[in-house]
């Protein structure tokens, strides 16, 4: 037997792989800017095609009587190598002997909702960290004022960076990715609220929203990176805060994941028959701690695929809004 199936004789439990599978804790949106994509080995190579041969006109008459003309292009590759993340949680003995079979489910159920939300934290915090590098997009300027000045500019700001990946690459941008604390100043702005809104009105009258943002930009999505987390060791006072950093990146993704498709980035995931894939694996009772575990995990790797394809405005000495 290969270690891949000695590996996965445990019991998966069909109902908490889907309380897992179906189960997102409020505020996570990595999974919307590095889309998944499933891959059938644990580590390879994808093609990058040269845009500079796609985006050349070619001459496409044909004479009479002769072949078409051949055409070629240039291409590149990267690659990837996909993790395996997981954690498990256990009941012990004395607890399942002393539950009634409602509140053991009920546990069980909560005990995975937990698992899941650090594996979903883990890969928020990864993607946030690739999407704020600098190195990881096409362009970039700092933001000093913070949008918090009645001399800020954000939706011309916002227009700047739409238009450099426009213009730089053929592809317009279709997501805008907000850090928390820009998006409250964005949407608190004088100039946001004047134009989405009501120009007519003092102030522009209430803060705007996300949808009202993707409309006026003409993109299909705004998200904001709501997620927050504890940066205190275990054991000390709870310190908490935002995953995602002060910027605003405007972006192109695909409207439907795909390896022959351009992307800012991509989640490649390991998907074949007997590996987890957010699966809760029931491992066997373990008599040397009179107790059974049960472990949730994944294969992925999140890769920046097209870096050229982002553009970033960076916060520089924000003030808190």
């Not at 935002?242 to 795909?258: E, I, L, Q």
């Amino acid at each position: 037997m290969s270690d891949i199936g000695q590996a996965r004789t445990v019991h998966v439990d069909q109902h908490l792989s889907n309380v897992a599978i179906n189960y997102k804790m409020s505020g996570f949106i990595a999974d919307q800017i590095a889309p998944i994509v499933s891959v059938d080995k644990q580590t390879n190579t994808f093609i990058e095609w040269t845009q500079a041969d796609i985006f050349r006109r070619e001459d496409t008459k044909r004479s009479p009587l002769t072949e078409a003309k051949r055409i070629s292009w240039s291409v590149s590759s990267q690659s990837y190598l996909c993790q395996n993340y997981a954690l498990k949680t256990g009941i012990s003995l004395e607890a399942r002997s002393n539950m009634d079979a409602a509140f053991a489910r009920q546990w069980e159920e909560g005990a995975v909702m937990r698992v899941t939300d650090a594996l979903l934290l883990d890969w928020e915090t990864r993607v946030a960290s690739l999407a704020e590098n600098t190195g990881n997009v096409g362009s970039n300027f700092n933001v000093h004022s913070a949008w918090t000045s009645s001399g800020a500019l954000p939706v011309n700001d916002l227009h700047t960076a739409i238009d450099n990946v426009r213009y730089s690459t053929g592809y317009t941008p279709n997501t805008i990715l907000f850090g928390s604390r820009p998006w409250d100043y964005f949407r608190r702005h004088w100039q946001t609220k004047s134009i989405l809104n009501n120009p007519n009105m003092l102030l522009g009258g209430q803060q705007v929203t996300q949808d009202a943002v993707a409309r006026y930009f003409g993109v299909d999505k705004v998200l904001v990176g709501l997620a927050m987390n504890n940066t205190a060791a275990k054991g000390q006072s709870l310190v908490v805060a935002p995953v995602w950093g002060d910027h605003v990146t405007v972006y192109f993704a695909p409207p439907v994941p795909s390896m022959q498709l351009p992307s800012w980035m991509y989640s490649f995931r390991w998907t074949v028959p007997g590996l987890p894939n957010l699966q809760v694996e029931r491992l066997p009772y373990d008599a040397k701690i009179k107790g059974q575990d049960s472990e949730v995990g994944y294969y992925q790797d999140e890769r920046v695929t097209a870096s050229r394809l982002a553009f970033q405005l960076r916060f520089t000495g924000s003030a808190q809004a």
